[in-house]
């Protein structure tokens, strides 16, 4: 597949999400957006003329994490940028790479109030601002950071556990699923919003090249 594949799956309405290819009530071919780009189901087999692998790895979440009112621009706004992603350097790849990680901590830090969290969110932000600006931190600086993240992350989900076990044994079934609900809700509009960053991203790299 391609490009041209991707775009005409586009038109045709034969791209889906949450499986990598399947048959429409027509009996055409359907297949995801990464799929439909570059012809297989192996993000780690996706070959560097087409993408960089961390991209390779994250098209499937950009395809299938965020709403349904988004997608359909959201595909098309993405092939669009894969018809022009071709002029990026290995510098620029990269620079975008830990320019959108930066994004995801950013995102995550809305949804905590957890100062130990917090601290140790700031502490990568660090790094990756050095990381994008060219000064590469070291292994150990990266290594003492992760340290810390992780464990923040487990304190942070020892509690937030607690806190469910506690809130489902008082809650009613209905409150519980409304409750899932609006979660499920607000991680697809993070998502949305993660995907809109990271193609502001790569449009600022782009620039006007062709």
Request: aromatic share 0%.
């Given at each position: 597949m391609s490009l041209e594949t991707l775009k005409q799956y586009i038109e045709e309405d034969r791209l889906i999400r949450n499986n990598w290819f399947g048959t429409d009530e027509q009996g055409r071919q359907t297949a995801c957006l990464y799929a439909a780009l570059v012809g297989n189901d192996r993000p780690p087999e996706c070959p560097s003329s087409v993408m960089p692998r961390w991209l390779a790895y994250l098209t499937p979440w950009i395809d299938d994490a965020g709403s349904a009112e988004k997608w359909p621009a959201m595909v098309r706004r993405y092939a669009d940028l894969a018809g022009r992603w071709h002029v990026l350097t290995e510098e620029q790849w990269h620079r975008a790479e830990y320019k959108f990680r930066k994004e995801c901590v950013l995102e995550s830090m809305k949804h905590t109030t957890n100062e130990v969290v917090l601290a140790a969110c700031r502490t990568v932000i660090a790094l990756l601002?050095?990381?994008?600006?060219?000064?590469?931190?070291?292994?150990?600086e990266w290594t003492v950071a992760a340290a810390a993240a992780w464990a923040a992350e487990a304190a942070a989900q020892r509690r937030a556990r607690a806190a469910a076990e506690a809130a489902a044994w008082a809650a009613e079934a209905a409150a519980r699923a409304e409750a899932a609900w609006t979660a499920w809700a607000a991680w697809a509009a993070a998502a949305d919003r993660l995907t809109e960053k990271l193609f502001e991203i790569l449009e600022g790299e782009i620039g006007g090249k062709k």
């Open positions: 601002d050095r990381e994008i600006a060219g000064d590469s931190p070291t292994k150990d």
